[in-house]
């Protein structure tokens, strides 16, 4: 692969509804980057998992399940999408409350992380193998775990109230700080702030001012520039 600088890769983490994904969407847009929600990622596995019965709280049962799966990627536009077994699942089934209850109780399970972490590695390769300029990776453990060498490390944090006024505007019941003190407290590579990471409180800030303030991190941290 190329140098962080000639092809950057720019991790950005973070709490439930603190900008992540909205933020990184138009940064791959504005950038002609692949982007990755890894969220996606473990929402997909626990819907397959428990639509074959199988439960966070039984590890073995979820790394026997886990071999039954095959995992690749469908490019639609500058997303990558996850595929499980050839399909890529359909965002209300990955989106519902189903699912928000239980997707950080199957985060926590450290055969599952493992399943992931080279398909999530190898996305740069996608990225680079489909002509993008960049990777950008959105998740919770991907400047501290996945990318810890990235160009460039964000962590994006907002208060409570606006986290969960963010998601009742989506048209979703979840319970934000639940599942950030599951997500920071779990043993294998818990939610935190990376160190040296770059953190930036989206409570008080548009989707057009965190915007353009990360991209000015992008441009002055890498040979990237702005192309839409």
């Not at 950057?8 to 439930?16: E, L, N, Q």
């Not at 770059?198 to 990237?224: F, K, P, W």
Request: charged letters at 20%; glycine letters at 6%.
């Amino acid at each position: 692969m190329s140098d962080s600088l000639t092809f950057p890769v720019i991790a950005v983490d973070g709490g439930a509804a603190s900008g992540k994904s909205s933020t990184s969407r138009v940064l791959a847009q504005r950038f002609n980057l692949l982007h990755v929600d890894t969220g996606s990622h473990y929402r997909a596995l626990t819907f397959a998992l428990t639509q074959a019965g199988i439960q966070a709280e039984a590890p073995e049962s979820v790394a026997t399940a886990l071999q039954s799966l095959q995992l690749d990627q469908a490019i639609d536009g500058q997303s990558s999408r996850i595929r499980v077994n050839g399909h890529v699942p359909r965002e209300e089934d990955i989106r519902s409350d189903a699912v928000n209850a239980s997707v950080s109780h199957f985060a926590a399970v450290p055969e599952l992380r493992t399943f992931l972490f080279q398909y999530q590695r190898a996305q740069a390769e996608v990225a680079q193998r489909e002509g993008f300029a960049g990777l950008i990776m959105e998740g919770r453990d991907i400047g501290s775990v996945i990318f810890p060498d990235a160009a460039l490390r964000i962590f994006l944090e907002a208060d409570e109230a606006t986290r969960a006024a963010r998601r009742q505007k989506e048209g979703q019941q979840d319970a934000v700080a639940e599942r950030d003190r599951l997500d920071a407290t779990r043993k294998t590579a818990p939610l935190t702030c990376p160190e040296g990471a770059t953190r930036v409180d989206t409570s008080h800030m548009t989707l057009e001012q965190v915007v353009d303030h990360v991209s000015g991190l992008i441009t002055a941290t890498t040979a990237l520039q702005p192309v839409a």
